[in-house]
Each structure stands twice: as C-alpha cells, then as structure tokens.
Nanobody
Framework: QVQLVESGGGLVQPGGSLRLSCAASGSILRLYASGWYRQAPGKQRELVATITSGGSTLYQDFVKGRFTISRDNDKNTVYLQMNNLKPEDTAVYYC?????????WGQGTQVTVSS
C-alpha cells in the first residue's frame, strides 16, 4: 500500500519561509516523478512544482524564484522549500507521486501566510 505523508506546514508571516516534506513508504518517490500541488479555499487544486526521477524540475510561474523542489533518495522524501511567502500562497499543499495509472496523493498540509 502506497502512503505519502506531508509535514512542515504552519502559520508564517509574509516574507517568511517554510519547508514542506513528503515522505513515502517504499521507493516510489525516487523511482517516479512527483509533484507538489496546492488548493486554496474556493479554488481548484493547482500544480506548484514537479521533479522527475532524474531530478529535472518544473515550476509554475507564480512560484519561480521563490520555491524549490528537491528530493532525498536515501530518505524517500521530496521537499518543497518555500521562501518569500505571500498571503496568496495560503493553501493546503499536497504531495503527489505519479506512480501508477492514477498516481497517489498525500493527505495535505496547511500553509497559512498572514501577519
């Protein structure tokens, strides 16, 4: 059974930083592409960033230069380093593995950016 567990969310002031973690059971995060998504209240879930099994990364324009996706293969963990956070970054952040036909989602972690 594939399980993804996110952590690291919380309340931060504008301009602050957080690092989200997504830990997996097994090696799926190392062997397959994965991504971070977010969903703000009343909005659709949207892609934030992805990382391939080879380490190539892709970012949405609204986080370029502020967020960094990375992976620790030894720990089977994918990270999202978020810097210079803005109130509009407030959302539940989800990790997704693209393993399998439909992929697998974590349960989400809340990020709130507010003064």
């Amino acid at each position: 059974q594939v399980q993804l567990v996110e952590s690291g969310g919380g309340l931060v002031q504008p301009g602050g930083s957080l690092r989200l973690s997504c830990a997996a059971s097994g090696s799926i995060l190392r062997l397959y592409a994965s991504g971070w998504y977010r969903q703000a209240p009343g909005k659709q879930r949207e892609l934030v960033a992805t990382i391939t099994s080879g380490g190539s990364t892709l970012y949405q324009d609204f986080v370029k230069g502020r967020f960094t996706i990375s992976r620790d293969n030894d720990k089977n963990t994918v990270y999202l380093q978020m810097n210079n956070l803005k109130p509009e970054d407030t959302a539940v952040y989800y990790c997704k593995s693209y393993y399998g036909s439909a992929g697998y989602w974590g349960q989400g972690t809340q990020v709130t950016v507010s003064s």
